[in-house]
């Protein structure tokens, strides 16, 4: 591994680390590396391109259940909500990334996730209008993305998805998974956010430009 990817993948180990200390998540799984020619890829074990990232399924709750039952995450919080990362390089140069948040739909403990599965917990709640009205939470997947060859005014080459699949708001530039998990603890968890967090340091990397006229920058 060239030392980016190396970089990014223990920044990554060490952050998940960190959470699961913090009891800040339920389970944890390793980074996948996959070389192919001239490219890295960091990704989740079973990755199919598209299987459990198609743009028709976000927010849909069977890409939730889908993710969860298979194993495509890297992290899953100690509310049940689910955190990914992809990133791909070409040398030392960053080429593609998605950081993908999907927060729990509806609010289920842990044990029970054990017990039943994550389909059968889902639909047992769901089923019951008194959990129903005490547990869904309305909240939409929060997913970063970064594409240096795929760049239009329709397409921002770094861009957030939230609520649409085709919704894609212009930030500025890709950022590390350390950027990533603490715009999200400060945003959707500023009760829980650990103050360790605040030694978390920044990768930065190289082989794109900023986006001066983005609408969100982390």
Known sequence: ???????TRDQIINTLQIL???GLSRITKDIAVVCNQDTEILTWD???PGRHNAGKSFTTLNQYISIYE????????????????????????????????WPSPILIPEEDVDELGIREAVNMYFSDIDMLNSKVAMRSPFRYDFDSSNLSEQHPATHVHIQHAECRISAKRPVCFNTFIKFIFANFYPEEYPSIFSDLQPLHYSGYTSFDKAILCL
């Not at 591994?1 to 970089?7: F, G, I, L, R, W």
């Not at 995450?73 to 993908?100: A, W």
């Open 20 to 22: 699961h200390e913090c």
């Open 46 to 48: 079973n990755h199919v």
């Open 70 to 101: 298979t194993g495509a995450y890297h992290c899953i919080l100690f509310d049940g909500s689910i955190i990914r990362v992809f990133f791909k390089f070409r040398k030392n140069i960053l080429l593609q990334e998605s950081l993908l948040y």
């Open 1 to 7: 591994m060239n030392k980016h990817v190396e970089d």
